[in-house]
């Protein structure tokens, strides 16, 4: 158990709908990162929430955006959905000495979404 | 930008043989390297780290050395086993935290 909890770890929907994510990090971990991982593309970085605050940003669609609460979850929303974001998406955590990520990061067991 | 390229799978391998997993990276600077590991129906768990030149990270076996001359992080293990089967990922650090598109292993009896 990494301690990041993720939910729902199962999502199916139809196109055109928006759906949310919401991903727990471990206690004590400021950042958190999403990534989505398909067949054909690997795993893609999404974005990097750092503290409440967004450090960096990847080839996150724009149907697609996140956030930081104060309490630290971060949640990912999905909109106008597509049948090529069927795909599982990773939340990490992981603990930031300042600004600086070593890239030692805890994994949760991802949220399966099916498109139909 | 920064990226990670790792050899193609699957790699199939019989228990008890060598493995090796090639991974080149590209990045300004020196970041930390790392790689790890999914067991099916899992989320990634980090495997072996390296912080900077010359470093050799270790685990269950498992080693790899970061050569800065060569923007190399491959990973091995002298002898495999069964349990070892897993799609595995070469990553660098960095607020982007990059990973190669990931090698699965099967390593049959």
């Known amino acids: 158990d990494s301690g990041v909890t993720q939910t729902p770890k199962h999502l199916i929907t139809a196109t055109g709908q928006r759906v949310t994510l919401r991903c727990s990090p471990r206690s004590g971990d400021l950042s958190v990162y999403w990534y989505q991982q398909s067949l054909d593309q690997g795993l893609q970085f999404l974005i990097h929430?750092?503290?409440?605050?967004?450090?960096a940003k990847g080839n996150i669609l724009e149907r697609f955006s996140a956030q930081q609460f104060p309490d630290l979850h971060s949640e990912l929303n999905l909109s106008s959905l597509e049948l090529g974001d069927s795909a599982l998406y990773f939340c990490?955590?992981?603990?930031?000495?300042?600004?600086?990520?070593?890239?030692?990061?805890?994994f949760g067991e991802g949220s399966r979404l099916t498109v139909l | 930008g920064n990226s990670v390229t790792q050899m193609e799978g699957p790699v199939t391998l019989s228990e008890e043989a060598f493995l090796t997993i090639n991974c080149t990276y590209t990045?300004?600077?020196?970041?930390?390297l790392f790689w790890y590991v999914q067991y099916p129906g899992e989320g990634l768990q980090l495997l072996l780290k390296a912080t900077k030149a010359d470093d050799k990270g270790s685990n269950k076996g498992f080693e790899a050395t970061y050569r800065k001359e060569t923007t190399s992080f491959h990973l091995e293990k002298g002898s495999v086993q069964v349990s070892d089967s897993a799609v595995y990922f070469c990553a660098q650090g960095g607020q982007k935290v990059t990973f190669g598109t990931g090698t699965k292993l099967q390593v049959i009896p």
């Open positions: 929430y750092y503290n409440g605050e967004e450090r």
């Open positions: 990045a300004t600077g020196y970041p930390s």
């Open positions: 990490a955590s992981s603990y930031n000495q300042g600004a600086r990520n070593t890239g030692e990061l805890f």
